[in-house]
């Protein structure tokens, strides 16, 4: 069984590929998305801040399955058929950014309102000062809340399964559908390899947070 | 036999010896003072005596039986010893009326309206009878700390120990918490740390000053303030009187 | 209109999935926290390595153990039961961890006071540090509350017909995905919504002046 199970591994790190991309590809929109929406929703005007505020509420309100599904079965019924893998990179993305938001917008706000009345005072547009002074203090702020939305994708791609991705959770269905002995030893190995992942990702991003601490500049937002 | 007898406790943090031998005993009723800089182990001595933080060598004896031995049920001894902290350490959950009832109802196992009704009295006998019904946050520091005594006198305990009962009070509110303490002595036994040299004076049977772990004079108000017999006292009289005023 | 009655069929489902979950494991979270805080070296790294296994894999694997795998060991569970006991245990583990930052943001005065009255560990830990650290602990649980109602929707997934699989029979009938699913999502920010302002009024009559809830940390996707 042992053998049976190391045969399968090349087959369940194929799936990790896809797992771990999701993640990457899911992050980056996450975060980039998130980042516009803090700043349009802690500098924006009332039209634009209320439209964040409800896009945040939304795609924090909902089950990830049901984002999925939206906009895998829904837009298709709409004849815009998205392959799984856009599907749940756009599903994954759009609900991180919303609670990225959350995170950019703290670190924002716990920024003291010198600080942008410094960056005027040299005659900084208010998007340039966003840009060098308030973004680059907020962002480091956001490094513990950011590593916890790290784990939280890392994980979450999993439920991609449910539209067909062919990620770590399909593959080895893949290997114990073919040879059911090997269901529970299989599970478990994937469930290892989740955990080394998320391990892993917290204790780097960990040490990224030590290594780019200012003095002076603890971190103080929620997790 | 005494009621309470200190022999000899020793009590060391890593390298350094706090308590370096500290002998005493207390009557029933009788109040007694500790005074003393600042780090000098007094407040140490205090949860040496109740167990909190047991001495590394060394004895406690209260009414006959051996505290210091790790047979003995603490928990039925510290019972009879009342404790009244610097930061009053009150229940932030509970009203005034519950922080002096939960440990007769808890501890002493008596029916919650019993204990209620003997809580109102405490209350009462310190001057809180309006406050009943108040949470900690909602008192001033003087009544949270008269809340903390009544607390440890609903217990009826044979002894109570106060660590710096006023320390950490506005200047205006030390009177009302000293007033009670007063009231009490005589009535159950008192063995309090404090810089009140005022109430040291004129309520304590007996002095006892400390000065880096070791008891270095004790002795009757009168014959401490006047004459001191170590000049360390002396000086030591002369600096806090300045300090904090004489009576 | 004629999904109606099955969507509500979900729905019932969905809730009892989202309570008992959060109940049960609210029992679990309590004793594992004490378990991490009070307990001595091995039940400590005990507590730890469950609550860092459970947060640290998806859980859709865990369901998947239950449900799938479990059988080949002789254990069988239905659907249901896979998905409360897989919610309940990975809801404990989380919600160890609210409990644990409530209880250390408790200052250590409290205990020494409680033994100090006589009161033995259990007792203060029962009287005195427990009811503190429940209280501070309520936006937090608020939070897992939500959370486990959205997530009990993978239940779907090991064939539970909670609210979402409702929904999917129905969408893939009617090929009409787009209305069924904004039905459903707008159900889910209905109980959001109304789930978040019940524990509001709750808190509030709970609260005790001086007990904030400003000391709770760790929310599980704040």
Redesign the interface.
């Known amino acids: 069984m042992l053998e049976a199970l190391v045969d399968s591994l090349p087959q369940l790190l194929e799936g990790l590929k896809f797992t771990i991309g999701l993640t990457i590809l899911s992050l980056i929109l996450g975060s980039l998305l998130g980042i516009l929406l803090a700043v349009g929703r802690s500098y924006g005007k009332p039209p634009l801040s209320s439209f964040i505020l409800i896009y945040e ?2 795609f924090r ?6 984002i999925f ?2 906009i895998f ?2 837009l ?3 004849g815009l058929g998205l392959d799984p893998i856009t599907a749940a990179v756009l599903g994954l993305g759009l609900r991180s950014a919303a ?1 990225q938001a ?2 950019y917008r703290g670190a924002i706000n716990s920024i003291p309102k010198g600080q942008m009345t410094a960056a005027s005072s040299l005659g900084m547009s208010k998007l340039k000062s966003i840009r060098y002074i308030i973004l680059p203090q907020a962002l480091r702020l956001s490094i513990p ?1 950011w590593s ?1 939305e790290l ?2 994708v890392l ?2 791609t ?2 991609a ?2 539209i067909g991705v062919i990620e770590l ?1 399909r593959q080895g269905r893949y290997v ?1 559908v073919r040879n ?2 090997l ?2 030893p299989v ?2 190995l ?2 290892l390899i ?2 080394i992942l ?2 892993s990702a917290s204790k780097g991003l960990n040490y990224l947070e030590k290594k780019y601490k200012m003095s002076g500049f603890e971190v103080g937002v ?2 | 036999m005494h009621m309470l007898e200190v022999k000899d406790v020793h009590k060391s943090y890593g390298n350094l010896e706090v308590l370096k031998g500290i002998s005493f005993t207390m009557e029933k009723g009788e109040t007694k003072v500790i005074i003393g800089t600042s780090g000098t182990g007094k407040s140490t001595l205090l949860y040496c005596i109740n167990q909190l933080n047991p001495p590394d060598k060394g004895e406690v004896w209260l009414d006959g039986e051996e505290i210091t031995n790790p047979e003995t049920d603490i928990n039925k001894i510290r019972q009879k010893i009342g404790f009244v902290f610097q930061e009053f350490n009150l229940f932030n959950h509970l009203t005034a009326l519950r922080n002096v009832s939960i440990g007769l109802e808890k501890v002493k196992g008596m029916d919650k309206e019993k204990a209620q009704e003997r809580a109102m009295a405490e209350l009462t006998r310190v001057g809180l009878k309006e406050q009943v019904q108040q949470y900690p946050a909602q008192l001033s520091g003087g009544q949270k700390q008269r809340v903390g005594i009544a607390r440890a006198l609903a217990m009826d305990p044979m002894i109570i120990l106060f660590d710096e009962p006023t320390s950490a009070l506005d200047p205006e509110l030390i009177g009302d918490v000293l007033d009670v303490m007063k009231a009490l002595a005589g009535s159950v036994a008192m063995l309090v740390v404090t810089h009140e040299m005022g109430f040291a004076r004129n309520v304590a049977d007996e002095i006892i000053f400390m000065e880096g772990g070791i008891i270095v004079e004790s002795g009757p108000p009168k014959q401490m303030f006047q004459y001191p017999k170590k000049p360390r006292t002396k000086e030591f009289l002369g600096k806090i009187s300045t300090l904090y005023g004489k009576e | 209109m004629d999904s109606l009655p099955s969507l509500l069929d979900g729905l019932s489902i969905t809730l009892l999935l989202t309570f008992i979950s959060l109940t049960i494991g609210l029992v679990i979270g309590v004793a594992l926290a004490l378990g991490r805080v009070y307990g001595n070296k091995i039940i400590s790294s005990v507590c730890i390595g469950y609550i ?2 459970i ?8 369901l ?2 239950l449900y ?3 059988p ?2 002789g254990i069988i569970l239905t659907p249901l039961s896979a998905a409360l006991l897989g919610l309940s245990l990975n809801s404990g583990a989380y919600q160890a961890e609210y409990l644990r930052g409530s209880i250390q943001s408790i200052p250590s005065g409290q205990m020494i006071a409680a033994r100090t009255l006589g009161m033995n560990r259990l007792q203060s830990i029962q009287n005195i540090i427990l009811p503190q650290a429940l209280r501070i602990s309520i936006p937090a649980w608020s939070n897992e509350l ?1 959370y486990l109602l ?5 239940a ?2 090991i064939q539970v017909r909670e609210l ?1 699989a409702e ?2 029979f129905i ?1 893939a009938d009617t ?4 209305e069924i ?2 039905i ?2 707008v159900i ?2 209905a109980l ?2 109304l789930l978040t302002a019940i524990i509001d009024k709750i808190e509030k009559r709970l609260s005790i002046p001086g007990i904030g809830a400003a000391e709770s ?3 599980r ?2």
Request: aromatic share 16%; no cysteine; charged share 10%.
């Open positions: 509420k939304v309100g909902i089950p990830l399955l049901v599904f939206l079965f829904g298709s019924q709409l609670y959350q995170i809340g916890n784990t939280i994980k979450d999993s439920i399964f449910s959770m114990y059911p002995d269901i529970l599970l478990l994937i469930a989740y955990f998320v391990i929620e997790r | 860092e296994v947060r640290g894999t998806p859980l859709l694997v865990q998947f153990i799938f795998g479990l080949s060991v939500i959205k997530y009990t929707s993978i779907y997934i979402t929904g999917k969408a090929f009409r995905f787009i699913f904004v459903i999502a889910y920010l959001t919504v940390i760790a929310l996707n704040a």
